[in-house]
């Protein structure tokens, strides 16, 4: 898992806390990604980003905030989380460069959040 | 629409005996198909991928998945259970005209008895 990391690993926050999770990829990627996990539920695609670029919003609130400052990190900004929000949030990257469907997407170890 | 339907949730096998875990798929053209294993704790570790070709997979960990067209299946297997491989497996589809958007299944939990 060294290939992609997230930090931190847990977060507890508050309903009106600010807090931004953190991922980078050591692969050379050029796309990554941010999903949701949720217990018993299928991932849920967030964000998709390719060369920096946002290419995909899966109709997220706007309490969560993706920014993509280079090809290597991603960073997800929470804001006024409710508490359904809770889950196990996964970054992964991907080679992507031309949208090829059998690209394979790598995954770090997520971030398990805890909304109060 | 592209859809993935793991019809177990749990899966219990002993150890050494074959397991498989089982995937159905729905598509609008050509099938691209992931396997992943997460360990507690862990994000997904990539098993393997069918593109085309050969309708057996081999993938990690022993680990090998058989596509099967005229059923839209592309079940998980292994000759012989690990107790080290209880996890939770995720089956993942995408379609041929579709970039980037992996559509996963809700995933079965295996658990290999000693």
């Known amino acids: 898992e060294t290939g992609v990391t997230q930090t931190p690993r847990h977060l507890v926050m508050g309903m009106t806390n600010k807090k931004s999770l953190k991922c980078e990829q050591h692969l050379g990627h050029n796309a990554m990604y941010w999903y949701k996990q949720s217990a018993k539920k299928p991932l849920e695609l967030m964000f998709v980003?390719?060369?920096?670029?946002?290419?995909e919003n899966n109709s997220v609130p706007s309490r969560f905030s993706p920014e993509c400052p280079n090809s290597s990190h991603l960073f997800l900004h929470l804001h006024t989380l409710q508490p359904e929000d809770s889950a196990l949030y996964l970054c992964a990257s991907s080679q992507d460069a031309a949208g090829s469907p059998t690209d394979t997407q790598y995954f770090g170890p997520g971030t398990r959040l805890t909304v109060l | 629409a592209q859809s993935v339907a793991q019809p177990e949730d749990q899966v219990n096998v002993a150890e050494g005996n074959p397991l498989t875990v089982k995937c159905t798929y729905s598509?609008?053209?050509?099938?691209?198909l992931f396997w992943y294993v997460q360990y507690p704790n862990r994000g997904l570790q990539f098993l393997l991928k069918?593109?085309?070709?050969?309708?057996l997979v081999k993938g990690s960990y022993g680990f090998e998945a058989e596509f099967n067209k005229s059923q839209t299946s592309f079940h998980l297997k292994k000759p012989s259970a690990l107790v080290s491989d209880s996890a939770l497996y995720f089956c993942?589809?995408?379609?041929?005209?579709?970039?980037?958007?992996?559509?996963f299944g809700s995933g079965t939990q295996l658990t290999v008895l000693p």
């Open positions: 993942a589809v995408r379609a041929s005209g579709s970039a980037r958007q992996l559509t």
């Open positions: 598509v609008s053209g050509n099938p691209y």
């Open positions: 069918y593109i085309t070709g050969d309708n």
């Open positions: 980003y390719n060369f920096k670029e946002q290419t």
